[in-house]
């Protein structure tokens, strides 16, 4: 028994970690002596729909797929996608039937994740952009988000051990806690302590909004610091906000007045796209939590779309294994995979497992993923609305 509600990377890996009916069709199936050999595809849209999603959770579901007797082809993690498959699993059902639950909630959570990411990242294209958004989901997920927002185009993110299993370090300075623990009217006292006790190469940001106005805190700070201040992070509660534009002004300008331009001033607290575009021009970074972390799944289905290489399919489906392309003007369109794509178009699935050998790497290879999200991203000049 697990001491926490986490089902186990054990149970993931052999299936146990399914829908109670896969378990039942198996049975079925096996009582039957019957064991098609089947192509399936996992779609959100059946045809393309003009709105464009970033496809990331590939990693996991290909190391959920690696190792069975099937052949997949997946587009490249990182990848923009819309209508048509993104995974493409070729073998006998039984193979992996009771994989389908969990292959779409890795698929599902981390495309919503870093769609959402990429909102953010066009909307901020030269501030720097932090994750937040740990503390809302369950712990078991939180590699999931903060991997997902790297692949949006995030440059960091803050949760620990999501970064151990990641290959990243986390970043982060202060909550407002740690003020509070040295009682009101000695903010100084926890600048000076975090100075003082915190590795050299973490950046001073001291969090400048706890008890007073945001433009007397960040004076203050600048005194108790001095050259040792890097930046300073408002997260102003939204009671308390007002023009939240005006307020960062104020304090640039009284940082600019006192000679501290130099130090950096970054914003948090409940932001979104439109936000860090009202606000990019005036600050160094943000930080965001729910608008990532928060982003509901990508409503992916698995269906069976040949059986035996005959077209087949539940009505509303459309069957037959199937290719996706981005044409020479920059749509999405999707055909028969044995038949011609649209002239000029470029495929956009590739092979990543052989006979359950992974034979690519680089689809889902984090640095890669966030290069092919941004690069789509500005093929398509992807929310660029705004
Ligand atoms: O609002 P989100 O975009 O989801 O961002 C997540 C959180 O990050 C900030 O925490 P901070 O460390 O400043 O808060 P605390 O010290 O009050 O816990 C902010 O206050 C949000 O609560």
Request: aromatic content about 6%; charged content about 25%.
């Amino acid at each position: 028994m697990s001491e926490f509600d986490i089902v186990d990377a054990e149970a993931v890996r052999s299936g146990r970690a399914t829908d109670a009916y896969f378990d039942r069709t198996a049975t079925a199936l096996e009582g039957a002596g019957r064991n098609p050999r089947v192509v399936a595809e996992v779609t959100a849209d059946q045809f393309p729909t003009g709105e464009f999603e970033l496809l990331a959770g590939v990693k996991d579901a290909v190391a959920l797929l690696s190792g069975r007797d099937v052949d997949v082809h997946a587009i490249p993690e990182g990848r923009l996608f819309d209508g048509g498959p993104v995974m493409r699993i070729e073998g006998e059902y039984l193979e992996f039937a009771r994989l389908e639950t969990s292959l779409l909630g890795f698929l599902s959570h981390a495309s919503a994740i870093a769609t959402a990411a990429l909102d953010c990242r066009v909307a901020a294209p030269d501030s720097q952009v932090l994750s937040f958004g740990a503390r809302h989901v369950h712990p078991a997920m939180t590699a999931a988000v903060e991997r997902s927002a790297l692949v949006g185009g995030f440059d960091g993110f803050s949760h620990v051990a999501a970064g151990e299993l990641i290959g990243r370090e986390a970043s982060g300075t202060m909550p407002h806690a740690l003020s509070i623990c040295f009682g009101r009217g000695e903010q100084e006292a926890a600048w000076r302590a975090f100075d003082e006790a915190v590795d050299e190469s973490v950046p001073r940001i001291a969090l400048c909004d706890t008890y007073s106005d945001e433009v007397d805190e960040v004076l203050r700070a600048v005194d108790a610091l001095g050259d040792r201040l890097d930046g300073v992070r408002l997260d102003t509660t939204g009671s308390r906000r007002g023009d939240f534009r005006h307020i960062v002004r104020e304090v640039n300008w009284e940082l600019g007045a006192r000679g501290h331009d130099d130090v950096a001033v970054y914003v948090s607290g409940g932001l979104g796209p439109a936000d860090l575009r009202r606000l990019r021009d005036v600050v160094d970074g943000f930080g965001v939590g729910g608008y990532v972390s928060n982003a509901d799944p990508v409503d992916f289905a698995l269906d069976v779309v040949a059986v035996e290489d005959e077209p087949a399919a539940k009505r509303g489906k459309l069957s037959g294994a199937k290719a996706v392309y981005r044409t020479a003007e920059g749509d999405h369109a999707v055909g028969l995979a044995d038949r011609d794509g649209p002239a000029g178009a470029e495929p956009l699935m590739e092979p990543v497992i052989r006979g359950g050998e992974v034979v690519a790497d680089d689809a889902f290879a984090l640095d890669a993923a966030t290069e092919r999200a941004l690069a789509d991203a500005e093929r398509v000049g992807y929310g660029s609305e705004g």
